[in-house]
């Protein structure tokens, strides 16, 4: 069991990405992690002025997210592929924070209508996470056809999903827990 951040980038009203993000959740709440399910749109977040340490009195949205970052063991975001990157709603939504991340693990979901399934958003994520010291696992998860995989009240259409996400996940877990283990022998900084 572990806490883990399921962060959705996707703020367009038909967007496609929160199916996936609330598969993601029911998986990983059916494996008995504790999801915390970061919506930019439910948290209505605005275009970052200040990041979260430079507050002086952080609204109390602003505030539940930051513990929800901070406690997370892991990070999953769940990226749409704009003109060939992550989208800026998902690239808001992390920048607010830096050390909230370190020595933890992300695991990268991209989709997208098209074959590729998001693969180049996932490659620039990959980067971003890095830079925010929560280094990416080697896999990552993509949902090509998103609009075929997933009807459109959310359930899964292409039962190969239910199999294929259960090595991503067990690679990721592996990850959250041996980060965990080596973070409580203390962290370089
Ligand atoms: C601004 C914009 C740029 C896009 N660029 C790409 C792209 O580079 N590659 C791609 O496969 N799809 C691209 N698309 C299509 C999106 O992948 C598709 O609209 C998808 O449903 C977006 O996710 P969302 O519905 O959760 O917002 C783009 C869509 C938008 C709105």
């Known amino acids: 069991m572990a806490k883990l951040a399921v962060i959705v980038g996707s703020v367009r009203r038909d967007r496609q990405g929160i199916k996936v993000a609330r598969w993601i959740e029911r998986k990983l709440q059916g494996r008995n992690h504790i999801v915390y399910f970061i919506d930019p749109v439910k948290l209505e977040l605005p275009l970052l002025d200040r990041m979260y340490k430079e ?88 949902v090509p056809r998103v609009h075929e995989a997933f009807a459109e009240n959310g359930d899964l259409i292409d039962d190969a999903y239910n199999k294929r996400i259960i090595k991503f996940f067990e690679e990721f877990e592996w990850y959250v827990e041996a980060l965990k283990n080596q973070r409580a022998k203390g962290v370089p900084y």
């Open 55 to 142: 507050m002086s009195d952080p609204p109390e949205k602003i505030r539940d997210l930051r513990n929800m970052i901070s406690d997370a063991e892991g990070y999953i975001p769940v990226t749409p592929e704009y003109n060939h990157s992550t989208s800026s709603a998902m690239k808001n939504t992390l920048d607010y924070f830096l050390e909230e991340y370190y020595f933890k693990p992300s695991a990268i979901v991209s989709y997208s209508p098209g074959i590729f399934g998001g693969v180049n958003a996932a490659q620039q994520l990959r980067l971003i996470f890095a830079e925010l010291g929560a280094p990416a696992i080697p896999s990552s998860f993509v």
